[in-house]
């Protein structure tokens, strides 16, 4: 047997990779995985794009490259992130392999065993995973409809020495929830007043489809040490496995030490044909369809969760991004009712391994992107037909408890002589 490191002691497989492994089976209808419409994959300019890079400049896209990433897609990056609030060089861009090597590479750049890591609860799960690798622990503070509870980051801060705050403050992972401008800026000012680093993640920022876009933590105050990520994945494809991190030039050097150690580059070939794409595609045409989409999307979703869950259900709106967050009323434990609706092969995730410590076992996330509006509204109804089926035997079996112990008990009236 091959002995493992002590750090592979304690990380488990993502336990949402596992679910989706069944989840994903072609007969199941699947809320479970964070997919985008596959019908919306750019596919003729990206072949397109493919082909004139492999027919001009064959040599250099299939040749090793600079580990910083292709100078022209990190200019594009810098220009697209100044337009949205956060200035930014191309020599502060590495393209990475999607956004989870940032955050992968941002842990090892960062963090040793025993350090701190500040998180939401609940939160990306593949996250916590990465950062469990360098021996984060975790201190957990909550959120709420407006995103992190950032009055619970200030106290945490001061009672801890941690080393990074980790959050996805658009349309988040699990929850679908936007941090609020008021938090945007108490949170940057506590980051630099404490001199601790954030990790901004926001694969979903460009994917809003109501309501006023935010400014980027990263462009508020520009001293304070944030690391912005980016992705092409929700807005292009994640085949295409292409991110980025923006930090100050010294972090990004850092980044791209422990990238090398890492894949040396992202994949040449990826990067060229996207960087030669964006040329001349329009990517807010299409950004405009993907919101037209997943927002009808979205809407179906939340309209079918009002139509067919029990009452007491409590959900989020989310104004962007790919999900939606329910609790279940009666305490019904969402692993379980994952069982129930997999009889009638329609999945989603349960919602405890987004939660780092106590985990809430009757919450869920529903992904809305990957099913047009009709199949929405029948898996809602299924999983709500399920859930309404374990309430009401909850209920049942409460009450019977309820009439045996009242038979039994001294104090019954039907007892007392
Ligand atoms: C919050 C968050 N961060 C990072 C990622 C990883 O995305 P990528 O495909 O860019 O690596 C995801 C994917 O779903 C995500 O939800």
């Given at each position: 047997m091959i002995e493992l490191a002590q750090r592979m002691s304690g990380i488990n497989p993502s336990a949402i990779r596992e679910i989706l492994k069944v989840t994903e089976r072609p007969d199941v209808l699947s809320f479970a995985g964070g997919l985008p419409a596959p019908e919306a994959f750019p596919v003729e300019a990206l072949a397109h794009a493919h082909a004139d890079v492999l027919a001009r400049e064959a040599a250099s896209a299939l040749q090793y490259g600079a580990t910083e990433g292709f100078g022209p897609l990190r200019a594009w990056v810098a220009e697209r992130l100044t337009q949205r609030g956060l200035p930014a060089h191309p020599e502060q861009v590495l393209i990475t392999a999607g956004s989870q090597q940032g955050i992968d590479l941002a842990g090892k750049a960062l963090i040793d065993a025993g350090d701190v890591v500040v998180v939401e609860e609940p939160s990306y799960l593949a996250a916590l995973q990465s950062f469990s690798v360098y021996g984060a622990r975790f201190e957990v503070v909550g959120s709420d409809d407006e995103g992190m509870r950032v009055d619970e980051l200030d106290h945490v801060l001061r009672q801890t020495r941690a080393r990074l705050i980790y959050l996805v403050p658009n349309f988040q992972n699990p929850r679908g929830t936007t941090l609020s401008l008021e938090r945007r800026l108490a949170l940057v000012r506590l980051a630099r007043d404490h001199q601790v680093a954030v990790l901004e993640d926001d694969p979903y920022g460009e994917l809003r489809y109501s309501g006023a876009a935010l400014p980027p933590l990263a462009g508020l105050d520009k001293d304070a040490p944030v690391i912005h990520l980016g992705s092409f994945s929700k807005t292009l494809a994640p085949g295409l496995r292409l991110g980025y991190a923006v930090a100050d030039e010294r972090t990004i050097r850092a980044l791209v030490i422990a990238k090398q150690a890492a894949d040396l580059h992202t994949g040449n070939l990826s990067q060229r044909a996207v960087a030669r794409m964006l040329e001349s595609f329009d990517y807010d045409g299409h950004l405009r369809e993907l919101r037209e989409l997943y927002g009808e999307r979205c809407a179906a979703m939340l309209a079918s969760i009002e139509r067919s869950f029990p009452e007491g259900t409590v959900y989020t709106r989310p104004e962007g991004g790919l999900f939606v967050w329910a609790q279940l009323p009666g305490g019904i434990d969402a692993a379980q009712l994952l069982e129930d609706s997999m009889r009638e092969k329609v999945a989603f995730v349960p919602g405890?391994?987004?939660?780092?410590?106590?985990?809430?076992?009757d919450t869920l996330r529903l992904n809305f992107s990957n099913r047009p509006p009709e199949l929405i509204a029948k898996g809602m109804a299924i999983i709500g037909a399920c859930a309404a089926q374990r309430l009401a035997t909850f209920q049942f079996v409460a009450k019977a408890n309820h009439r045996t112990d009242a038979a039994v008990s001294p104090a019954s009236p039907r007892r007392t002589p």
């Open positions: 405890a391994p987004f939660y780092p410590n106590q985990a809430r076992r």
